[in-house]
């Protein structure tokens, strides 16, 4: 297979940057002043919740 997808991925260099989603979600939610948040099943639903509880989080 290619090192590359459609020319638009190198997969080396994606390697080498891993997502970190809790980190990512916490981010977002630090100042998320009225946003609803609905989690879909399963990671989504950890993610929220290692944020921080709040009143508008809705996970499925």
Request: with cysteine; glycine share 8%.
């Amino acid at each position: 297979m290619s090192e590359t997808m459609n020319g638009t991925l190198d997969r080396n260099r994606a390697a080498d940057y891993p997502l970190r989603r809790r980190e990512v979600v916490a981010e977002l939610l630090a100042e998320r002043g009225d946003m609803l948040v609905v989690a879909g099943l399963g990671a989504p639903v950890w993610d929220c919740t290692a944020a921080g509880d709040h009143p508008l989080n809705f996970p499925l």
